[in-house]
Nanobody, 123 residues
């Protein structure tokens, strides 16, 4: 199994910055893509940004130029630097990882999710 623990959420004024972190642990054989998703009240969960194990990145249009995703491969950690925050960025932010694990001698690959961290941007 893989555990993803997010940190760094909080309350910030519009125009401010926050940095989210997500550390993966467990019986990880290999981490593939990692990313961040968010879910605002009464809305569906949406992609914010992803980063492959080769360093390729993808961003939602709404955050391009303001958010930066990065990764520390040695620490199995992904970060999301959020600048120029807007009230519409308010949501619970979830970490996601595509990971390969060993269960006995069986290799398994699948998506894992963190529990989420609240980001609130006041106007």
């Amino acid at each position: 199994q893989v555990q993803l623990v997010e940190s760094g959420g909080g309350l910030v004024q519009a125009g401010g910055s926050l940095r989210l972190s997500c550390a993966a642990s467990g019986s990880i054989v290999r981490l593939y893509a990692m990313g961040w998703y968010r879910q605002a009240p009464e809305k569906q969960r949406e992609l914010v940004a992803t980063i492959t194990n080769g360093g390729g990145t993808n961003y939602a249009e709404s955050v391009k130029g303001r958010f930066t995703i990065s990764r520390d491969y040695g620490k199995n950690t992904v970060y999301l630097q959020m600048d120029s925050l807007k009230p519409e960025d308010t949501a619970v932010y979830y970490c996601n990882a595509d990971a390969g694990t060993l269960s006995g001698t069986e290799f398994r690959r699948g998506p894992y999710w963190g529990r989420g961290t609240q980001v609130t941007v006041s106007s």
